[in-house]
């Protein structure tokens, strides 16, 4: 039984999972790839070649891993807030490996136990309406996996999914053009951005060359507890009651 009245501005956070992924590609570099790979990447990366300033294979490099034919999940984590013996808790939880479908097989058995209705559930991101949720679902089309009803948005019309909470869009006010970092958004809202020792653009590298995906993990980890704080400051969901961070 909950400690607190439900008067307490953190109830309504209590039903949305917040989530991050991390990514990489494929291969380690272009010269892995096979020859169909090779000419595949070629005619997509025309655009970033230019951009980039770079062959196809500085593009694969720099940009592979945001594309869902040409990259993998290696790590997803996740947070929800939950009141545990008379403390708020944001319970975190990362799912990392170099097994891709055995991530978004556990990823899916936690979604539709504890996060499976649209209706009382919401999934909160950063960019997670452009990228993370895309981007999941395409990859379990490519490892044969059921999509989790919450996630399925191919057909929905955009009322239909506003159970996925994006702060980017959040910010934006409607304005379609305008892109903010969640590094930027931490400090035009005055939330302290937990100290990172990567950035998303070492992610390829801490995969294929050092190998620690418990490095990668707390780094996700980092940005989840991020959108949390950016999503309170975002609705002014502030509180006196102390918030404990627990990794499971």
Request: with cysteine; glycine share 4%.
């Amino acid at each position: 039984m909950d400690n607190y009245p439900d008067s307490s501005p953190y109830h309504k956070l209590r039903n949305i999972l917040f989530l991050d992924i991390e990514t990489v590609a494929l291969a380690k570099d272009y010269t892995k790839l096979d020859d169909r790979g090779q000419e595949l990447w070629d005619k997509k990366s025309q655009f970033l070649q230019t951009q980039l300033e770079a062959d196809a294979e500085g593009a694969y490099l720099k940009k592979a891993g945001i594309f869902a034919e040409f990259s993998k999940v290696v790590c997803i984590s996740m947070g929800y807030l939950s009141e545990q013996e008379g403390e708020w808790q944001f319970r975190l939880k990362s799912l990392s490996g170099t097994d891709e479908a055995s991530i978004l097989t556990d990823f899916n058995e936690l979604v539709n136990t504890y996060f499976h209705d649209s209706t009382l559930h919401s999934v909160c991101g950063h960019n997670i309406r452009e990228f993370d949720v895309p981007f999941l679902c395409r990859r379990m089309i490519v490892n044969d996996l059921r999509i989790p009803a919450i996630l399925d948005i191919r057909y929905a019309k955009p009322w239909e999914r506003e159970h996925l909470l994006d702060t980017l869009h959040s910010w934006k006010f409607g304005d379609y053009k305008h892109y903010t970092s969640l590094d930027l958004l931490c400090h035009t809202l005055g939330v302290e951005s937990p100290k990172q020792t990567i950035s998303g653009g070492d992610v390829h590298d801490v995969y294929y060359i050092e190998q620690d995906l418990p490095k990668i993990a707390r780094y996700c980890e980092q940005d989840v507890i991020a959108v949390f704080n950016v999503y309170r400051a975002l609705h002014l969901i502030s509180s006196e009651e102390e918030i404990v961070y627990v990794r499971t």
